[in-house]
């Protein structure tokens, strides 16, 4: 019997069947962000056991719209590109851990199975959506130019609700594009024991940084931002109190792995 | 800090962002099954350290189409139906553990996201597909009645690619619907560890099977199969060698969960 | 230079590549009717000129979801499913015209392209949406039984929001499935000039009838409907004034052309 | 009994509904173009009565990928980006019709309805599809950038089969981006007659050409492509026989109508 092959399910005799290949991953993509103040007790609300909130802006929330083209090392999902491209939106807040402060994704939904399961490895508790972000264009009128002035829209579904729907009107370059996603991660790892009446199987509490990453010019501007109710989800809870600002940038990164904390 | 609730990810204060509600999880829907044998090493390639092949027919594979309509105790998804509607494919073969023998499926392909979620718990290795079968009517032209010479076809495809195709022409009521897929299930449960470079996360060998088993009637017929090639699939190496069987029936059945195996 | 073949676009050598066969085409399906009134004014700015509301009950309006299986004559596509079924969602009213009266389509989702294109050779206004409704299922937990109790729900979406939600609760077997779509249909054919300035290339009024009408026994029970507004969209000016009743029925039938109406 | 509005079906009230909004239609895009011979015999096949093919390599073809972003005059689509967004793959051909030459498109998907609906209007006989095209990056590991050595991909899908793929590897700078699809453009309208036995209600030859196109830096390279056979469609026969280019280029352009060719 020789053994199974492959980073994750399904391990096959080659490991060409996994839905995803093993990191390094790379992303490449377009990254318009939202960030604003909820109620603190709303992020409380969603932190586990043994985590606390930021000491400083604790209520503060990014939304976060993403157009990636990613890939393994070899590269070879680049020119298949079905296997590569994938959009996603995701929400960030901070929290802190045995002195540490940390970022944390909460709710995230992504259009590719591939990118799903590099989600449910990192501790991103990723759900499938339909996104969508304006592209900048640089030429026709289709588009807005990366200047003062433009207008971008987002958008969020899932389960055939729209979800979340975001406006930022691009005001000058910026030397960030947020403080709520830039600290090294905290998520946790979770699932179930196959006997429902057990402790999980998989129940853990990790950390990751991206690597080499590298950001094109960032603009700032004029954020807006409503979220939605659904039967199956929660985000609208995160109701914002008071708008910080809205962020556009290019973004490359690579993924390694990360650490359990204790 | 209130605990975060929720059976699955993501969780949150009031447990209904979970991707799936908890079990017990009923299933009502359409079974094609196509039974077939492959060279018994494209099998045995495809089981862990510690299983091994069925001493009866060990090269038996079935291909297997749903068209489930699924839901949690309280039933609420089957009035959403984007939440409780899906279709499958999945492939099983069967196995040896210390002297027992069982199912186990090697790839399955899904369309809803929920899908995915309960089979990784339950060591289905999920991934997102597009899957489509023709269903037997009882009015009009446009489609197969259930009786000797109706035609079914179903499809399997993924990343933008065919996978799989299959052509039933009805013959006769049955007693059964194949043997393949009839005993309880043996999955490996996997998530690597957040370091790449460490061992496994989860590696878990676990058992289920079906509760409370409703069957309409069954109907067997003569079988076709093609399965092709894909980058990311090893789909195509499980050839067949002989045809076996076609099956159509309709299916009832709840999950309560499993065990672990040592 | 030989002519090119199809009965519709694109027209080709063999004429295989027409998104849709010529027909006669043929329909079978399950089919789920709300009824209700809603203001007659809001029917009468849906007709177009020189075509009247209906002498009575005028402000009635069917929103009827149906998941069809279909095939040209040949039936080919019938064992390659994804080209034979789809799901539609369509809103009926009534008109008169030269003292006949008969049904509408005013607005009409679909799912497939074939479909759509069918639409728009029929006067079926289509539009891609994503339709959902609950299937009765014979066996298991996971659906209701078409029997009295039995609750069905139908959902469309488009451009990522939700459109319409339908509920119907079965009460008992009905002789009919509601009196809104049940006449004749009156169309309109309608493609403007490529010199957007000139009069529109076809506009034309059409009608046309379902043949080889067969049906399964049909129920009816409470209805309820909410519809939601959207940008692109006008259906929620059609809003419910009164609930009339609500059908289920699996319908089969046959189109195989219609007439101009002068 | 107000006039109906809107530009295309469905016509209404407010004419909101309309499938697509009235011209002009503004487009901004990345551009990829695959030019290669093929038998000029499969080229006159595509071509109706009158129309013959180019005295000057008569069987040149291009396949094109476009990743378009879009709007109408007001552009509110842009941010509501569900609405603006498509991509596309289209054969376009060369041909002559009294003494004039043209280009032409003989086959083209597209992944939105809004887009279909705008080549329906334009003769453009658009299906919808699955479309992927690799876009270059400015930043990070996970894509080609715009210099010699960069890797593209491109495919096309449809009803769950894979029509098209293409590679592009860039070379050099570029003065153009190929000469098939350069010229004004010649197209069928056609819509059959509501009697199936009738002549076409819509059998019209019309042109048209962009308005106000603004281009980006082109790139060429070595090009390859593959062509694959499925029931519905005839995209295969236009066997590639020598490859002549590849091309990399942002577009923008404004349609703003056509007109009518005797």
């Keep these: 019997m020789a053994d199974l092959q492959g980073f994750m399910l399904p391990r096959s005799p080659e490991g060409r069947a996994s839905i995803v290949p093993a990191p390094p991953w790379h992303y490449s993509g377009d990254v318009l962000t939202i960030e604003y103040r909820t109620d603190p007790a709303n992020v409380a609300a969603l932190l586990p056991a043994g985590v606390g909130l930021a000491d400083d802006d604790p209520g503060a929330v990014a939304v976060i719209w993403a157009d990636w083209q990613s890939c393994s090392e070899g590269g070879e999902e680049l020119v298949d590109p079905v296997r590569s491209q994938y959009k996603e939106c995701f929400v960030v807040v901070r929290c802190t851990h045995r002195g540490e402060t940390y970022s944390r994704c909460v709710y995230i939904w992504v259009d590719k199975d591939f990118a799903l399961a590099r989600g449910w490895y990192q501790g991103y508790p990723k759900k499938m959506g339909s996104i969508w972000m304006t592209r900048p264009v640089n030429v026709g009128r289709a588009g807005p130019r990366l200047q003062a002035g433009g207008r971008l829209g987002a958008t969020l579904a899932a389960n055939d609700r729209r979800l979340a729907e975001a406006r930022l009107t691009l005001e000058a370059p910026s030397d960030t594009a947020g403080f709520v996603n830039a600290l090294p991660m905290l998520h946790s790892r979770w699932m179930p024991a196959i006997d429902p009446a057990s402790a999980a199987s998989l129940d853990q509490l990790v950390t990751m940084r991206s690597l ?34 809205g962020y556009w940038r290019q973004v490359g990164a690579t993924f390694a792995g990360g650490q359990t904390v204790d």
Tied chains: 1, 2, 3, 4.
Excluded: C, K, N, Q
């Design 212 to 245: 080499d990453v590298e950001v094109g010019p960032a603009w700032t501007g004029e954020p807006a931002l409503r979220l939605f109710d659904a039967p199956g989800d929660e985000l609208s809870a995160l109701e914002p109190v008071e708008m910080i600002a």
